[in-house]
């Protein structure tokens, strides 16, 4: 977990943001960037109660599965819970050459990731293996942001998205 706020800032550095520079497994981890929770805004998408709770119920048993699968570096099995736009965009050559280059993390231990199974063991392993699912918010019938609570503040977790009856790990 000492990662987690790493891999929540490189999530957020997809839409444009710069992630703070995150420390090795050897050294306290840095407090996370903060994410304030979103502001109702009128025309926000809501669904009823029952839906939201029915689908933080089926979210947080999905990421129980996906820590024990992240803390067991099975990055093939990891793969069958990903969406073909997450696959692209934490595959894609020239964005893993870009982040690699922009995180002090992977600098400081000479790290280039080349491949999405790269970033799995270099980044996602490292933050991932036991985080807790406090809230979750919609972003349409099917889109969802998974929230943490560190420090008393929310922290971006996942980006799910539904196919059918299934919860798959996102980007867009």
Do not use: H
Request: proline fraction near 8%; include cysteine; charged fraction near 25%.
């Amino acid at each position: 977990m000492r990662f987690l706020p790493f891999v929540l800032l490189f999530v957020l550095a997809v839409s444009c943001t710069t992630p703070p520079p995150a420390k090795p497994v050897v050294e306290p981890a840095p407090k996370p960037v903060v994410t304030a929770p979103a502001p109702k805004v009128s025309g926000a998408f809501e669904v009823t109660p029952e839906k939201k709770q029915a689908s933080l119920v089926a979210i947080k048993s999905l990421v129980d599965k996906l820590n024990a699968i992240i803390a067991n570096k099975a990055f093939e099995e990891w793969k069958t819970y990903l969406d073909d736009a997450y696959v692209a965009t934490y595959g894609d050559p020239i964005r893993l050459k870009e982040y690699s280059a922009n995180s002090p993390f992977l600098k400081q231990f000479n790290i280039k990731l080349k491949s999405l199974e790269d970033y799995f063991k270099f980044v996602v392993v490292p933050s991932r293996a036991n985080v807790a699912v406090d809230d979750i918010s919609f972003l349409d019938e099917n889109r969802v942001n998974v929230w943490t609570v560190v420090d008393n503040e929310r922290v971006l977790l996942y980006l799910l998205k539904l196919y059918g009856k299934e919860w798959k790990i996102s980007s867009w």
